[in-house]
């Protein structure tokens, strides 16, 4: 009996370590678009080398779907390069087909969006139907703007010691009922967090139609100069933090206008003498 319980105690740890690969499986990739500009999705396949090959794009409007009992409702945009929507004219596909050997093909595909809108929000699947088909699953959100403020910051070239400065990193979301926005802030290609940089401090804010990522970092001014990015997949903002450099052009300027000044003193000085 002790043996039975054992091995139905094992057989459920199997399902619920399945169900919970399947689950991730099928986690959709979260992309997120700027009102007005163009998006490209893309996906790659590896597979046999066979003119039957398909490779599909489907569309499901999760706003919509709420409302209904099928929410599971895929509408289809292209079938290989064929259009199945032809009164859309803002979608383009691109597919490239690459020989690895004699057996296996690699098929590459970009579905690109034009001037999205708020009604191109939803899920994207492209799907390879083969004898084994294979999918991938885009999570599309559009957002009003992201925007990084300053625009430039400049550190006196004589300043010692530890410098702070402030960055702003400010998402615009028209839809009220979204808090939850990934922002992640980079330096000179390095990952920033509060738990992995020492230097770095991200705290997070919400208004009513925005979300404010703001890092604070600290350091040697030659520490903190550099590149630093925000971004929210696969939208980027930058902004480049730099030592303010004293131009000699300037200090021969304010010399110069200072001795005329000095000449235009002793002028007048000799004159009231005289």
């Known amino acids: 009996m002790y043996i039975l319980r054992q091995f139905f105690n094992i057989w459920l740890l199997f399902i619920s370590i399945d169900n919970i690969n399947a689950e991730l499986r099928s986690l959709p990739k979260r992309v997120t678009a700027e009102y007005g500009s163009d998006l490209s999705l893309s996906c790659t396949f590896q597979n046999r080398d066979s003119d039957e090959t398909i490779i599909q794009w489907l569309y499901q409007n999760v706003t919509d779907n709420i409302h209904q009992k099928n929410r599971n409702h895929w509408r289809p945009l292209f079938l290989n390069t064929q259009s199945l929507t032809p009164k859309e004219t803002r979608y ?15 098929y590459s595909t970009i ?3 034009s001037k999205i809108s708020d009604t191109d929000e939803g899920l994207y699947m492209c799907k390879l139907l083969s004898s084994k088909t294979m999918e991938m699953t885009y999570q599309v959100r ?7 403020t300053p625009k430039q910051l400049l550190i006196p070239a004589n300043e010692i010691g530890q410098y702070s400065i402030r960055l702003n990193c400010i998402l615009k979301d028209n839809h009220m ?5 990934e922002i992640y802030w980079w330096h000179n290609n390095k990952r920033l967090g509060s738990q992995t940089n020492r230097y770095a401090r991200i705290i997070k804010n919400f208004t009513q139609h925005s979300f404010i990522s703001t890092l ?11 590149k630093y990015i925000c971004e929210t997949e696969p939208l980027r903002r930058y ?6 450099t004293t131009n000699s052009s300037d200090l021969f300027n304010n010399s110069s206008f200072i001795l005329i000044i000095w000449i235009f003193i002793l002028i007048f000085q000799y004159e009231n003498i005289n």
């Open 111 to 113: 579905l690109t969006l």
């Open 239 to 244: 902004i480049s933090v730099e030592l303010k």
């Open 216 to 226: 604070f970092y600290t350091g040697e001014p030659i520490n903190v100069i550099g």
């Open 177 to 181: 009922n979204r808090r939850h926005h």
């Open 92 to 106: 383009s596909m691109q597919q490239k087909i690459q020989h690895i050997n004699q057996t296996f093909i690699t």
């Open 142 to 148: 559009v957002i009003q703007s992201l925007d990084i």
